[in-house]
């Protein structure tokens, strides 16, 4: 699968117009072809694409991924890694808001359907889920940041300021709540389906009969039957949600594998391109192992091995 | 007598998981074998899991069987391929239990009925037409229903429709699996005096697939009955219902509720629980229910084996007939 | 619960009017209040972009270098933007762009993920898992990175970028389609048409499409917002629809300047907020569409 | 279980308590902090020198080159070089050094230069100064502060080339083979050099910490930390700036506008020294008629786009350059005349050669102002006849489709919009106009073989004599402004906006960030 | 002599559906005494399930309510409570408590994401407040009690590893945990196999024998009834159309619906003859009516080979055939 992944980039890869040295040329002040001659041979882009690959996957396979070729004596893996903590903080964080407000806000809006109450929170809903995520976060920085400075306007640290958690913290409070509104909307819609289809259950009516009180019905009965559909979609939205981070990222200078993808694919830089894609991969898998232990937890029904 | 219109033999059925699953191999059907003759109805009784449909659909090659032969008309129709098998579904027809989800929900009464004169491209458009109006009123339902859709009718009506489907082709064979058991009780006799009906008048040969033996009695001639995927008795109904000769068939007849109040007693129930096919008994594969199961139902797995009066059974104790 | 509408047990000849399964979806769609109104705000959108040349006087791309940044007057209602261009004809030129481009690409997507899981599902076991390896490829690969690397391949433009959103958006339709179709396969009236012959055309485009046509329905129009989202986060990041064409995207992109955010609002608030209602309309459209659709709405 | 969860919040209570007791200590320090590398002249993320095309602003806060521009890119002066000699051959450079100490202690000697420059010339380092570079026979380091520099043959260009030649350590580097270098990580963790300020630390992405030096020659720096932040667009750091974290950046025309008004910022503005122009493929059979190229010069009205998209920040060119020494008398003014173009253009028969058939107008400069520009051309020549479509793709698929060896797909690139370095050295525009500079040899990108302007561009290029050399530049001037191998547009000014608690504060938007004198140990904050 | 375990007098439940009121349940009288085993018997859409969740007070909230009618329970401690118009709280205290409840469908009924013993353990601790350990105690004793063999491992299972009779008996001990002193049951056996159905029949009589609860057995099937049920009524288009002791009603109905039921019910032994004789079936021609279109007067009238044109008029009255048996219809005495 990752070896597919692997090869599907590189070919696409070198189907895109320009290589990295293309991208060391500022076209304004040029540098003479000899210039670049030296660079080209330095990174073997000379040799056939098959040659290449294999020589990447051969040092790729003993866990080499090569260096970068825009930052000068950073090797690629230790940069991706660097890279996965502030996305996993970001997107976690996000998500995690998300999770809490959408299923919360599901679950009431279930059980007060078409109530006032529920329209006003479904059509809350609609609009997170119809506003691109960019806009948002434009929105977010300039009002919150720039006119009323309750939050810095970018980056994972203050600059120059030693290392601590409120500082982090305060620096990612705004990123991840813009993040978290359109998954919020999405988790909250189908937690209200998944809701309004698990109430008609005969085990719910069984707890009723039980003498169970609602809340109790709701809570204990439904809503963890209802969770099994939420628990796919928020597995298959961490793909997504990388998507929505990169804008975040690049908005909010995050330091995130986003940020360091829309680099690297900007200056071609082909060893970060691949391992970053790779590591991206490798966690989307992992995260649908997770999903599917969390659904095992959450469903007996499914085992896993 | 000449040969049977239809012999099944050896007939095995396992379900396999698939490539990209795991599970246990479900033994559906083991080693079936039996035969029915032009113009015959044969019933084939059993409880859920005791492989009706799979014996059902595999008749018509809607299920590809492990291993086995079916003959059609001297054909063994697990053979062929993919053209001669197309024609050859057109002499058999099949009749379902659920009359909600038999009928496409999109299609129109029409359009369901002429679908089978379409996809064998027999006739023109109005011949098809006239012969799904003649099926219609073959089942007793007004023409004008050819151009409703199939939620406006009631399970009965229903239950008319797709015996009215399966006729359309003008079959030989028709394969009815369990035509009543989603009906109402007082819906149920009149399927059955319809099936009775049309059986009699086109001269079909018929596999009717009931779990409730009290159903089948009155248009079968011969009644097969089934456990865990094996043929556990075989004999004509007179006789069945008259002498049942297998423990599991007397078991059977008995659990039936009876209507007299007044006969309540002398009812032998069963005790625990159905075996999964997944991991059914060894030998006799009803020895784990039987009342009068011996240690010798374990080492082996009965024959089928014939008695008095037509009757085929597969059980080593011949001392309690 | 024995009352229910599974158990239609009306006289055929009693009632009169027959209504196939299509027609009762849409009764009630039009019978929900948020799809009404979606179809209310879209309606207008749709005919105000497609027929805007017809009666504004200003094109989308003529310049005016003497009026630039201009605030909405009676001349431009929504102003001008940074090269004096009619804010209000930009918005209607782009909305053209973006719908055809999300219209366009959900046609494709449509295509090919029906066919792609109409294949894997009816095309036996080995078919199958090996097609669904490829669907978890392309859902393994996160779509961004995918459609940055594509588009920087198939360039910025119209056709590049309705092939990007194409090619990302059917992986979830094919899985769903397949989903549907498994299901069906084992369907009686299915088993009944295989047990009369029906060869795979047979199945795919009789019993096959029309059973998924709400499942397609209801992906086209909520896909159709997506694809918007999608079109103009694609030209947030220069990837997509290129200036000077217009489309709703490419200028909101317009509000990543701090002045055009803070002293030009008109340039970028107009799109927006058109954008988020048109996406909005089409999802209230989308839901309804689903509720429509879903038999079990009958109940109610 | 309900105990296990109450205990976990209070430890993240605790942890947040822990970190906010800790940022509220005050740091005492003065900081400045600035966004160095936003905007055309940086190279974020980039720590060698060897490997910069850009950046220069602040590799230049702690290495230093042998000789710098002034402020003003007027003038070359000595750096790490007290003064320099040139001799009369052309040929021979002698340099004498100041003294210095490495920011490890160790002293700057000529062997350092030495060092250097035969790192940056050998192609093994991934030096991109090794071609450049090339016309260098011997360096010699006759004693400890006397470098002596021999050339085989004389090149105006090269103290111009040297100043972006940062000297390092060559106690630090010569034990490390030069091929390891491009990829060692000493670079951006502990390098030394010998400006005011000394690395201190990297964090990843984020922002570059420098500290004072406080032996520096010049006298201790004023602030004692100079931070440079990264931002993914100007835009972010513009929302920085006015949110107060950093205190300079460079800024996109349009932004600067509204800093103008704002007495808390300083709006810093320079002229780019970049020509822009429209290149006309010489190539494709559009642009061989010189009538051709005549009309699109008169087609664009450039004094009413400089003055609404611009805001009359920028000078129209009439050949590559702007800079009043080098323009000769009586140049050709193309004044805007929609008129003459058409009549032009039917005079060159366009209707046959092209008609309204659309025409790719390539560019690299993604900015809102550049759409804006291109709008406004496109519109413009529309106006006369010729039908272009403007196509923004990032710069190395720019550089990838006109550079493109073999034989490229010339419709693809018919028309660019683009720029070129006019200075402060008028050398930099050579190569893409140069005949012998057409790829793969050079970056004449647009294949202009015009025998006349390349003999002007050859003769000033040999021009040793100092006090003919601006008129040779002003000969190729006037050949640009006749033949039209481009039709130039202008050279726009460019903007660094400052908070004005900054004090001696220097900043100029030079190309490739320099390097130029900005004396950053005098740069202070209130 | 005690009050009844449950008394039903003039019960309509009515649903809305498309904007109209349409009684699902009418004209309803029902009584069964402690010990007492009723049938509610009926086709598809009679009301006999709509009865019982009217007595449970679990009609659909949205469109179900009772509109009138009187349903009187007399609780564990012999206390009578009317539960129409009893306060949301109030009843679901008799829930699960003083009524267990039986569903058809074993395996949808149960929760699939809980275990066997928590399921039957939960009611014991609402409403007896018995602590988490001592329910589960209690669990495993009443999974013994339903005849599951190995209680212990099996309360420590989730549904779906249990087979469908096992999962009814589960059901069966949930619904008696509290010792109620009603049982509900709605069509408990029609999901199962006859030889799985006669054990739970079986284990049905025998609690019952032990507890004495009454029962409300709900079925379609009538020779269901004829085994377990004292009592019986026969309901048609949401109303009883006859009702009475089972050895009386099923040896001498009288109501044409009941007769021709009966006789529509393949009896073992009686086909055979039939087909030899080439006689069809018996049967009762037409549909069952829908409730939203319910002709004039008796609802069975258009399927009825005896009706007259008094019966198309008005709704009959409940006739007392006898004693203790009733019927709604005109002409009783001719049957």
């Known amino acids: 699968m990752l070896v597919a992944l692997s090869v599907l980039i590189f070919i696409l890869l070198r189907l895109a117009p320009g290589d990295p040295i293309d991208a060391y040329i500022n076209p304004s002040s040029p540098m003479s072809a000899s210039d670049l001659e030296v660079l080209r041979d330095r990174l073997g882009l000379d040799q056939p694409l098959p040659v290449q690959y294999l020589a990447w996957l051969r040092a790729a396979l003993s866990g080499d991924f090569g260096y970068s070729i825009q930052r000068s004596g950073v090797a690629v893996l230790p940069l991706v890694m660097e890279r996965i903590g502030p996305t996993a903080l970001l997107m976690g964080t996000g998500l995690a808001i998300a999770i809490v407000l959408g299923i919360s806000a599901g679950i009431f809006s279930a059980v007060r359907r078409n109530a006032l109450p529920d329209i006003i929170l479904s059509v809350v809903a609609f609009v997170g889920i119809s506003s691109p995520a960019f806009l948002t976060a434009l929105l977010g920085l300039y009002f919150f940041s720039v006119l009323l400075r309750w939050a810095p306007s970018g980056g994972m640290q203050t600059a120059g300021a030693p290392f601590s958690v409120s500082d982090v913290l305060a620096h990612l409070v705004l990123p991840a709540c813009l993040l978290s509104i359109g998954h919020a909307a999405l988790i909250m819609r189908y937690m209200r389906a998944s809701l309004l289809e698990v109430l008609n259950q005969d085990y719910v009516r069984t707890a009723r009969a039980k003498g169970v009180r609602e809340f109790w019905v709701i809570i204990k009965h439904a809503t963890r039957n209802a969770l099994l559909p939420v628990i796919t979609l928020i597995g298959s939205t961490v793909g997504i949600a990388i998507g929505g981070a990169i804008f975040l990222e690049s908005v909010f200078n995050w330091p995130g594998m986003g940020l360091l993808l829309v680099n690297a694919v900007g200056t071609r830089d082909y060893p970060v391109i691949m391992g970053a894609t790779l590591v991206i991969g490798i966690c989307v898998i992992l995260v649908n192992l997770l999903t599917d232990i969390v659904y095992a937890v959450v469903d007996p029904r499914i085992q896993v091995s | 007598m000449n040969a049977p219109f239809l012999s099944v033999r050896n007939l095995t059925k396992h379900f396999a998981p698939t490539a990209f699953s795991r599970g246990p191999v479900v033994r559906a059907l083991q080693d079936i074998s039996f035969d029915i003759a032009r113009g015959q109805v044969v019933g084939l009784v059993g409880e859920s899991g005791s492989g009706k449909t799979t014996i059902g659909r595999s008749l018509l090659r809607l299920i590809e069987p492990t291993s086995g032969e079916i003959s059609f008309d001297g054909i063994d129709i697990t053979k062929l391929s993919a053209g001669p098998l197309a024609r050859q579904r057109r002499k058999m027809q099949y009749i379902f239990q659920d009359p909600f989800a038999s009928l496409s929900p999109r299609m129109t009464i029409g359009q369901i009925l002429t679908e089978g004169l379409d996809i064998q491209s027999i006739g023109n458009r109005r011949e098809r037409r006239a012969r799904a109006e003649k099926a219609l009123a073959a089942v007793e339902l007004p023409v004008d229903a050819y151009d409703r859709y199939a939620h406006e009718f009631s399970g009965g009506q229903r239950q008319r429709i797709g015996i009215a489907r399966a006729i359309t082709l003008e079959p030989e064979f028709i394969v009815a699996d369990e035509p009543v058991s989603a009906l109402d009780v007082s819906i149920q006799a009149q399927i059955v005096n319809l099936l009775r009906d049309l059986q009699v008048r086109l001269g079909l040969t018929m596999l009717f697939i009931s779990h409730d033996l009290a159903v089948v009695e009155y248009i079968c001639d011969t009644v097969i009955v089934l456990y865990l995927g094996r043929i556990m008795e075989v004999a004509p109904a007179a006789a069945l219902y008259a002498r049942p000769q297998h423990p599991y068939t007397r078991a059977l007849l008995s659990a039936i509720p009876s209507l007299d109040p007044l006969v309540k007693q002398g009812r032998q129930v069963l005790k625990g629980d159905i075996p999964s096919p997944a991991n059914p008994p060894t030998g006799c594969v009803f020895r784990t229910r039987c009342p009068v199961a011996l240690d010798a139902c374990a080492g082996i797995v009965p024959p089928l084996r014939a008695t008095s009066d037509g009757h085929l059974k597969a059980c080593i104790r011949d001392d309690i007939a | 619960m024995t009352i229910t509408a599974r158990d239609p047990t009306v006289d055929p000849t009693a009632a009169p009017q027959t209504k196939g399964p299509l027609r009762r979806a849409l009764d009630r769609f039009f019978e929900n209040r948020a799809a009404r109104a979606g179809l209310l705000i879209v309606v207008p959108i749709l005919l105000a972009v497609s027929t805007y040349h017809l009666w504004w006087p200003f094109s989308p791309n003529a310049i005016d270098l003497r009026a630039i940044n201009k605030g909405p007057s009676a001349i431009h209602w929504l102003g001008s933007d940074g090269v004096g261009r009619d804010v209000m004809a930009r918005l209607m030129q782009g909305g053209r762009i973006s719908l055809l481009v999300a219209v366009c690409s959900v046609a494709i997507s449509i295509v090919i993920g029906f066919l792609v899981g109409a294949v894997a599902s009816f095309g036996g076991r080995l078919v199958d898992g090996t097609v669904m390896r490829f669907v978890d490829l392309a859902m393994t690969l996160p779509p961004v990175i995918f459609l940055l690397v594509l588009a920087s391949i198939a360039g910025t433009g119209i056709a590049p970028t309705i092939l990007v959103i194409s090619l990302l958006s059917w992986p979830v339709l094919s899985r769903m389609v397949r989903a549907r179709l498994l299901e069906l396969r084992e369907r009686d009236f299915v088993v009944a048409a295989r047990g009369m012959g029906a060869g795979l055309p047979h199945l795919l485009f009789r019993h096959g499409l029309p059973n998924c046509i709400d499942i397609l329905v209801v992906y086209a129009t909520l896909q159709i917002a997506n694809a918007i989202l999608l079109e103009a986060g694609l030209s947030f990041l220069g990837l997509g629809i290129a200036p000077p064409e217009a489309s709703w995207g490419n200028m909101l992109n317009l509000a990543r300047s701090t002045v055009v955010l803070e002293q030009y609002p008109w340039q970028w608030m107009f799109p927006g907020a058109v954008l988020v209602l048109t996406v909005l309309a089409i999802n209230f459209i989308g839901d309804g569409l689903r509720d429509a659709f879903d038999p079990r709405s009958d109940l109610n | ?526 | 002599m005690d009050a009844p375990i449950l008394s039903i007098s003039g019960l309509r439940a009515v649903f809305r559906i498309a904007g109209r009121d349409i009684a699902a349940v009418q004209d309803l009288d029902l009584t069964i005494g402690s010990g007492e085993t009723v049938a509610l018997v009926g086709e598809s859409g009679s009301g006999k399930s709509v009865t019982s969740l009217s007595i449970i007070g679990l009609l659909p909230k949205k469109i179900g309510h009772i509109a009138e009618g009187s349903i009187a329970l007399r609780r564990r401690d012999g206390t009578v409570t009317e539960l129409t118009g009893l306060d949301p709280e109030s009843l679901r205290k008799v829930r699960g408590n003083d009524i267990g409840m039986v569903f058809q469908e074993p395996m949808t009924s149960l929760n699939p994401v809980y275990t066997i013993g928590e399921q039957i353990a939960e009611p014991i601790r609402i409403h007896l407040g018995k602590s988490h350990r001592n329910a589960a105690a209690d669990a495993v004793r009443l999974l013994a009690q339903v005849g599951i063999p190995d209680p212990d491992r099996r309360a420590r299972q989730y549904p779906h590893e249990l087979s469908g009779g096992m999962r009814q008996r589960a059901t069966i001990a949930m619904a008696l945990s509290c010792n109620p002193t009603l049982l509900i049951a709605d069509e408990p056996t029609t999901a199962l196999d006859v030889t799985i159905q006669a054990q739970i029949l079986d284990l049905l009589a025998e609690l019952q024998a032990q507890r004495g609860m009454g029962i409300l057995f709900v079925t379609h099937n009538l020779g269901v009834v004829a085994e377990i049920a004292d009592r019986v009524a026969v309901m048609y288009a949401g109303r009883i159309v006859e009702s009475g002791p089972v050895s009386e009603v099923f040896t001498r109905p009288r109501h044409p619906y009941t007769a021709g039921l009966m006789r529509s019910v393949p009896r073992l032994g009686q086909a055979t003859s039939l087909k030899a004789a080439g006689t069809p079936l018996p049967t009762i021609a037409g549909n069952v009516p829908s409730l939203a279109l319910l002709p004039k007067g008796c609802s069975f009238a258009p399927r009825c080979a005896m009706a007259v044109d008094a019966c198309r008029a008005a709704v009959p009255p409940l006739f007392a055939a006898t004693s203790t048996q009733h019927s709604r219809c005109l002409r009783w005495k001719d049957l």
Request: glycine letters at 8%; hydrophobic letters at 40%.
């Open chain 4, 1 to 526: 279980m309900r105990i296990k969860t109450i205990a976990r919040h209070l430890a993240i209570t605790g942890l947040l308590l822990g970190g906010l007791a800790t940022s509220v200590q005050a740091q005492g320090a003065k900081t400045i902090t600035g966004g160095f590398d936003v905007g055309p002249g940086g190279f974020p993320k980039n720590f060698n020198p060897l490997a910069a095309t850009g950046g220069f602003t602040w590799l230049s806060t702690y290495f230093e080159p042998l000789v710098i521009y002034n402020a003003e890119l007027t003038e070359l002066e000595g750096d790490l070089a007290k003064d320099y000699t040139v001799g009369d051959d052309q040929l021979t450079y002698t340099f004498n050094l100041v003294q210095e100490t490495w920011h490890d202690g160790k002293p700057f000697t000529s062997k350092d230069v030495k060092f250097t420059l035969e790192l940056a010339r050998n192609k093994a380092s991934g030096s991109l100064f090794a071609a450049r570079l090339g016309d260098i026979a011997s360096v010699d380091a006759p004693d400890d502060r006397t470098v002596v520099v021999k050339l085989s043959k004389p090149n105006g260009s090269f103290l111009s080339i040297l100043s972006q030649v940062m000297i390092l350590p060559e106690h630090a580097l010569a034990g490390m083979p030069p091929e390891t270098l491009a990829t060692s990580t000493w670079w951006s963790t502990t390098p030394v050099g010998t400006g005011p300020f000394k690395f201190n630390r990297y964090v990843s992405d984020q922002y570059v910490e420098l500290a004072a030096d406080d032996d520096y020659r010049s006298g201790k720096p004023k602030v004692d930390v100079l931070i440079n932040r990264y931002f993914e667009s100007p835009a972010a750091a513009v929302a920085a700036l006015r949110a107060g974290e950093i205190q300079f950046t460079y800024v996109e025309p349009d932004d600067a506008v509204s800093f103008k008004s704002d007495s808390n910022f300083k709006v810093i503005e320079g002229a780019s020294y970049v020509v822009n122009y429209i290149g006309l493929n010489q190539k494709v059979e559009l642009f061989r008629d010189v009538r051709v190229r005549q009309a699109i010069m008169h087609a664009i009205d450039r004094n009413a786009i400089i003055e609404s998209l611009y805001g009359g920040a920028a000078k129209p060119a009439n050949c590559g350059y702007v800079a009043p020494h080098l323009l000769p008398e009586g140049l050709e003014p193309y004044a805007y005349d929609p008129a003459k173009a058409k009549a032009l253009l039917a005079e060159a028969g366009w209707e046959k050669i092209n008609g309204d058939k659309p025409i790719t107008l390539l560019t690299y400069y993604g900015s809102p102002q550049a759409a804006n520009v291109m709008a406004a051309i496109q519109s413009m020549l529309a106006e006369v006849g010729i039908n272009v479509v403007p196509r923004v793709v990032d710069t190395p698929t720019y550089n990838g489709i006109v550079y493109k060896e073999g034989t490229p797909d010339w419709n693809a690139f018919a028309m660019v919009y683009a720029g070129l370095q006019n200075g402060p050295n008028p050398a930099g525009i050579s190569p893409g106009l140069n005949k012998s500079q057409i790829p793969p040899a050079g970056f004449n990108t647009m294949r202009i073989e015009f025998d006349d302007l390349s003999a002007a561009l050859d003769a000033a290029l040999g021009q040793t004599d100092p006090a003919k050399i601006d008129k040779s530049w002003q000969e190729v001037c006037k050949v640009m402004n006749k033949d039209l191998p481009w039709a130039t547009l202008w050279v726009a000014n460019r903007y660094g906006v400052a908070s004005n608690k900054l004090r001696d504060f220097v900043w100029t938007p030079a190309p490739a960030g320099g390097p130029y004198a900005a004396h950053p140990e005098r740069w202070d904050i209130q």
